[in-house]
C-alpha cells in the first residue's frame, strides 16, 4: 500500500478549499480515510474533505474526482500509485460561474441529521463549505422519542459554525402526520426564530394518544411573532397546506425536499393560479443527499436578513445545478406587471447557464407552457432567448428548465424561477384550482369530524372553524 496525499485549492485564489472526493483504485474499489466523513445519498460515493487528504491505496491507476457544490466544475485526475511509500497531488478547482458576484446566494432551507449521525458536530461543519451553501438552516423535529442528531442544537443563529459567507442557522420543523402513513396537517419549516415552538410535532409523531391539535397555522403565528420565516415544505403535501397558504401565513414553498421526489409543482400551481403569491425554495430534508438549493438574490451585500428579505420577495430560483434567470418586459421575479391589454404580446427573456446541457426551457403562463426554446449544441450550457407571448390574463409567469445529464446524486438536472405576477395575479383558471381545494378541504374537515383525536370538543371546534376559514377563500374564488 501506498499512501495518496491530496491539496484541493481553488484555481482562482490558490485558496484551500472544502470538497467531496473519491478515490476509485486501480479495481475500481471505492476508498476514503479511516475516520472520513461520508457522503449520505444515492448516486457515487464520497468522502469529505476540509482542503487536504490522505487515503492508502493499492499500487496501479487511481482515480480522483472532486465536486465542490455546484457553480465548480467537478475536477476528474487519474494518479499512478508506487507498490509503497507515497504520492503528492494538488487539485485546483474551477468556477464554471461565479452566482454570488452577482448577488445571488444559495441556501438549503430544510436539512436535519438522523439519529445514526455519530459525528453530527463535524458534518455541520462541513457542510455548508463542502456544498458550497450561503446559507444552511438545520432544524430540530420530533418523531416520539428518536434521538435526533441534529436536535442537540439549541434553536437560533449558530455563531460557532457560521461565518462572514457561509451562515448557519438552527430552525424548526412543526409537524403533524395521521398513522396511515399520510403527511396529516403537514410539515412547515421556522428560520430565524429566536426560541422554541411549542409543540415541535402533534398527533401520533408524539404518542398514540397525543390530539390532532393545535393546527399548524397557530404554530406559523408564533413563528411569526418572532419575526421568524415560514416556509411549507415536501410539494405542499398536507391537509392544511391550502389553508395556511389561503390565510396568508406562509412566507415560501419548499418543493420536493427529499431526494427520493420528483420534481412536482401541481399544488404550487394551483395555489398561484388562486392569486396565492408564494416563492419557490428548497432544500434536501435528510443529511445533505442532493443538490437542491434555492438561490436568492439580495439588494445589499450578503448577510441572513438581506437573504431572507429576498426570499419573502420572491427573488429566488430552485435548481440542483442550473442557472435559471427570468425578465418578463423588464420585470424579475417577485415583481409585478399591470394587467395586459388585449391583443398585447410581452417580450419574455430566459437567461441560463449549466455546467451540464440543458435540453429545454420553458416559460409557464398560469401553469401552462406558453413557449419552450430547445437550446442547440452552441447554448445548451449558456444562453439567452426573448420571446413575444400572448399574456392576455392576469396571473403569473415564471421558468423552468431540465436536462438529460444526471449529476453525481445520480439526479436529472433541473430549475425553476419565481414568478412574475400579472395584474391581480389571480389567473382565469383559478375557479377551477380552488374547486380543488375546496373538495379537499370538504375531505380534510370530515377527517377532523370523524377521524381526529382530540381532548375536548374545543380542540376539534377550532381546528373545523380554522379549516372552513380556509375553505371559504377558495369558495369565495370558485363563486366569483
Same mark, same amino acid.
Given at each position: 500500500?501506498?499512501?495518496?496525499?491530496?491539496?484541493?485549492?481553488?484555481?482562482?485564489?490558490?485558496?484551500?478549499?472544502?470538497?467531496?472526493?473519491?478515490?476509485?483504485?486501480?479495481?475500481?474499489?471505492?476508498?476514503?480515510?479511516?475516520?472520513?466523513?461520508?457522503?449520505?445519498?444515492?448516486?457515487?460515493?464520497?468522502?469529505?474533505?476540509?482542503?487536504?487528504?490522505?487515503?492508502?491505496?493499492?499500487?496501479?491507476?487511481?482515480?480522483?474526482?472532486?465536486?465542490?457544490?455546484?457553480?465548480?466544475?467537478?475536477?476528474?485526475?487519474?494518479?499512478?500509485?508506487?507498490?509503497?511509500?507515497?504520492?503528492?497531488?494538488?487539485?485546483?478547482?474551477?468556477?464554471?460561474?461565479?452566482?454570488?458576484?452577482?448577488? =445571488?446566494?444559495?441556501?438549503?432551507?430544510?436539512?436535519?441529521?438522523?439519529?445514526?449521525?455519530?459525528?453530527?458536530?463535524?458534518?455541520?461543519?462541513?457542510?455548508?463549505?463542502?456544498?458550497?451553501?450561503?446559507?444552511?438552516?438545520?432544524?430540530?423535529?420530533?418523531?416520539?422519542?428518536?434521538?435526533?442528531?441534529?436536535?442537540?442544537?439549541?434553536?437560533?443563529?449558530?455563531?460557532?459554525?457560521?461565518?462572514?459567507?457561509?451562515?448557519?442557522?438552527?430552525?424548526?420543523?412543526?409537524?403533524?402526520?395521521?398513522?396511515?402513513?399520510?403527511?396529516?396537517?403537514?410539515?412547515?419549516?421556522?428560520?430565524?426564530?429566536?426560541?422554541?415552538?411549542?409543540?415541535?410535532?402533534?398527533?401520533?409523531?408524539?404518542?398514540?394518544?397525543?390530539?390532532?391539535?393545535?393546527?399548524?397555522?397557530?404554530?406559523?403565528?408564533?413563528?411569526?411573532?418572532?419575526?421568524?420565516?415560514?416556509?411549507?415544505?415536501?410539494?405542499?403535501?398536507?391537509?392544511?397546506?391550502?389553508?395556511?397558504?389561503?390565510?396568508?401565513?406562509?412566507?415560501?414553498?419548499?418543493?420536493?425536499?427529499?431526494?427520493?421526489?420528483?420534481?412536482?409543482?401541481?399544488?404550487?400551481?394551483?395555489?398561484?393560479?388562486?392569486?396565492?403569491?408564494?416563492?419557490?425554495?428548497?432544500?434536501?430534508? =435528510?443529511?445533505?443527499?442532493?443538490?437542491?438549493?434555492?438561490?436568492?438574490?439580495?439588494?445589499?451585500?450578503?448577510?441572513?436578513?438581506? =437573504?431572507?428579505?429576498?426570499? %419573502?420577495?420572491?427573488?429566488?430560483?430552485?435548481?440542483?445545478?442550473?442557472?435559471?434567470?427570468?425578465?418578463?418586459?423588464?420585470?424579475?421575479?417577485?415583481?409585478?406587471?399591470?394587467?395586459?391589454?388585449?391583443?398585447? %404580446?410581452?417580450?419574455?427573456?430566459?437567461?441560463?447557464?449549466?455546467?451540464?446541457?440543458?435540453?429545454?426551457?420553458?416559460?409557464?403562463?398560469?401553469?401552462?407552457?406558453?413557449?419552450?426554446?430547445?437550446?442547440?449544441?452552441?447554448?445548451?450550457?449558456?444562453?439567452?432567448?426573448?420571446?413575444?407571448?400572448?399574456?392576455?390574463?392576469?396571473?403569473?409567469?415564471?421558468?423552468?428548465?431540465?436536462?438529460?445529464?444526471?449529476?453525481?446524486?445520480?439526479?436529472?438536472?433541473?430549475?425553476?424561477?419565481?414568478?412574475?405576477?400579472?395584474?391581480?395575479?389571480?389567473?382565469? %383558471?383559478?375557479?377551477?384550482?380552488?374547486?380543488?381545494?375546496?373538495?379537499?378541504?370538504?375531505?380534510?374537515?370530515?377527517?377532523?369530524?370523524?377521524?381526529?383525536?382530540?381532548?375536548?370538543?374545543?380542540?376539534?371546534?377550532?381546528?373545523?372553524?380554522?379549516?372552513?376559514?380556509?375553505?371559504?377563500?377558495?369558495?369565495?374564488?370558485?363563486?366569483?
Amino acid at each position: 500500500m501506498a499512501t495518496l496525499h491530496g491539496h484541493i485549492r481553488d484555481a482562482r485564489s490558490d485558496a484551500r478549499v472544502e470538497a467531496k472526493v473519491k478515490v476509485l483504485t486501480a479495481s475500481g474499489q471505492f476508498t476514503h480515510p479511516r475516520d472520513g466523513i461520508l457522503k449520505v445519498g444515492p448516486g457515487e460515493p464520497s468522502f469529505y474533505c476540509d482542503g487536504e487528504f490522505r487515503v492508502d491505496v493499492p499500487r496501479g491507476a487511481t482515480e480522483i474526482v472532486v465536486e465542490r457544490g455546484t457553480e465548480y466544475e467537478p475536477l476528474r485526475r487519474t494518479v499512478s500509485m508506487p507498490q509503497k511509500g507515497s504520492a503528492e497531488v494538488t487539485l485546483r478547482l474551477k468556477r464554471w460561474t461565479d452566482l454570488p458576484a452577482d448577488h =445571488w446566494y444559495p441556501g438549503n432551507t430544510h436539512l436535519h441529521y438522523s439519529e445514526r449521525e455519530d459525528r453530527p458536530d463535524e458534518r455541520l461543519r462541513l457542510d455548508p463549505h463542502v456544498h458550497d451553501l450561503s446559507v444552511t438552516v438545520v432544524s430540530i423535529l420530533q418523531r416520539r422519542a428518536l434521538p435526533y442528531a441534529s436536535n442537540k442544537y439549541p434553536v437560533g443563529f449558530m455563531t460557532d459554525y457560521s461565518t462572514a459567507h457561509h451562515v448557519v442557522d438552527c430552525g424548526e420543523e412543526s409537524r403533524h402526520n395521521v398513522r396511515r402513513g399520510g403527511f396529516g396537517y403537514g410539515h412547515v419549516m421556522f428560520l430565524r426564530i429566536r426560541n422554541l415552538v411549542d409543540p415541535v410535532s402533534r398527533g401520533d409523531l408524539v404518542s398514540d394518544f397525543d390530539p390532532d391539535s393545535p393546527p399548524l397555522s397557530f404554530a406559523c403565528d408564533d413563528a411569526r411573532d418572532q419575526d421568524g420565516i415560514v416556509l411549507w415544505c415536501h410539494n405542499g403535501q398536507g391537509m392544511e397546506a391550502p389553508v395556511a397558504a389561503a390565510l396568508g401565513k406562509l412566507d415560501a414553498f419548499n418543493l420536493f425536499d427529499p431526494y427520493w421526489c420528483d420534481p412536482e409543482y401541481d399544488i404550487w400551481y394551483r395555489l398561484l393560479n388562486c392569486g396565492i403569491r408564494l416563492p419557490a425554495s428548497t432544500g434536501t430534508d =435528510w443529511f445533505i443527499c442532493s443538490n437542491n438549493r434555492v438561490y436568492v438574490q439580495t439588494d445589499d451585500d450578503f448577510s441572513y436578513d438581506s =437573504w431572507l428579505d429576498g426570499l %419573502r420577495a420572491g427573488r429566488t430560483f430552485i435548481t440542483n445545478g442550473p442557472a435559471l434567470f427570468l425578465s418578463v418586459d423588464g420585470v424579475s421575479p417577485g415583481g409585478g406587471l399591470a394587467s395586459p391589454a388585449a391583443g398585447t %404580446r410581452t417580450p419574455v427573456t430566459l437567461t441560463w447557464r449549466s455546467f451540464h446541457p440543458l435540453r429545454r426551457v420553458e416559460i409557464v403562463h398560469n401553469g401552462r407552457v406558453v413557449a419552450s426554446v430547445k437550446p442547440d449544441a452552441g447554448d445548451a450550457r449558456d444562453g439567452v432567448h426573448t420571446v413575444d407571448v400572448a399574456l392576455e390574463a392576469d396571473g403569473w409567469v415564471a421558468a423552468r428548465t431540465y436536462g438529460d445529464a444526471r449529476d453525481s446524486f445520480g439526479h436529472a438536472v433541473y430549475a425553476h424561477t419565481s414568478p412574475v405576477y400579472i395584474g391581480s395575479g389571480v389567473a382565469p %383558471r383559478a375557479a377551477e384550482s380552488a374547486a380543488y381545494f375546496v373538495q379537499a378541504l370538504d375531505d380534510a374537515m370530515a377527517w377532523v369530524d370523524k377521524v381526529g383525536k382530540f381532548t375536548n370538543d374545543a380542540q376539534r371546534e377550532e381546528v373545523a372553524e380554522l379549516f372552513h376559514r380556509g375553505r371559504q377563500v377558495y369558495a369565495g374564488i370558485l363563486a366569483g
